[in-house]
């Protein structure tokens, strides 16, 4: 079956240092891949989506290609901050209709002054 | 813009009562999926409606059921609470012919069982 596999957390980084965080999939087929944001007592968040091999998705600062030869989808942003504290969850999707969303297990960050 | 609402935002109950949670989709969105999110977890998908008809099933207790109405909004009914069911339970919507897959995400419920 469809499984999505990320590094294990928490993740502790000093504020305005690199983001890495790892992602790898197993799926038939061609799934759009995705990040959602979970913040500290609130829902999900999209936050950045591939629909196709070697398409880069980003957005306030955060950045992922889809690696189909890998069957990656890192994570990365070059300077974090304070603010980006949260659980990052990697996530996959097929299109067609109705399909539901796989996650992984969601990696904790935080960020410290 | 208009956002997926849930309610109500956090429901305490007690083993062996019933729980109901509801989902109202963005305006036009015809598609309502449901996902568990246990302590600590990823959330898992339960089940999904598409015009008031279950278009997929996960891993969703027989204790659980829901439905779609027609004006789209779902109901998520829980009987027999038992101590493992306390989660975030998050409803999601998408226009389902509209080609766009991104399924937008209301807030959640906590239930608690106490």
């Known amino acids: 079956g469809n499984s999505v596999t990320q590094m294990e957390g928490p993740v502790t980084l000093s504020e305005e240092a690199f983001l890495t965080i790892n992602c790898t999939y197993t799926a038939t087929g061609y799934p759009s891949l995705f990040w959602y944001v979970q913040y500290p007592g609130e829902g999900l968040q999209l936050l950045l989506k591939a629909t196709k091999a070697d398409d880069k998705g980003s957005n306030k600062g955060f950045e992922a290609t889809y690696r189909k030869e890998t069957t990656s989808f890192h994570l990365e942003k070059g300077s974090v901050q304070v603010s980006d504290s949260a659980v990052y969850f990697c996530?996959?999707?097929?299109?067609?209709?109705?399909?539901?969303?796989?996650f992984g297990t969601g990696t904790k960050l935080q960020v410290i002054p | 813009a208009a956002g997926v609402i849930q309610s109500p935002r956090h429901l305490i109950k007690e083993k062996r009562e019933t729980a109901t949670l509801k989902c109202y989709p963005i305006p036009r969105h015809d598609t309502v999926y449901w996902y568990q999110q246990g302590p600590g977890q990823d959330p898992q998908f339960l089940i999904s409606f598409y015009e008031k008809m279950q278009s997929d099933k996960g891993s969703i207790p027989d204790r659980f059921s829901a439905q779609q109405f027609s004006d789209y909004h779902s109901e998520l009914n829980m009987s027999s609470l038992e101590l493992g069911d306390s989660a975030l339970y998050f409803c999601?919507?998408?226009?389902?012919?509209?080609?766009?897959?991104?399924?937008?995400f209301g807030p959640g419920t906590r239930l608690t069982v106490t």
């Open positions: 996530a996959l999707q097929y299109s067609g209709g109705y399909q539901k969303v796989t």
């Open positions: 999601a919507s998408t226009a389902g012919t509209s080609g766009d897959i991104e399924q937008y």
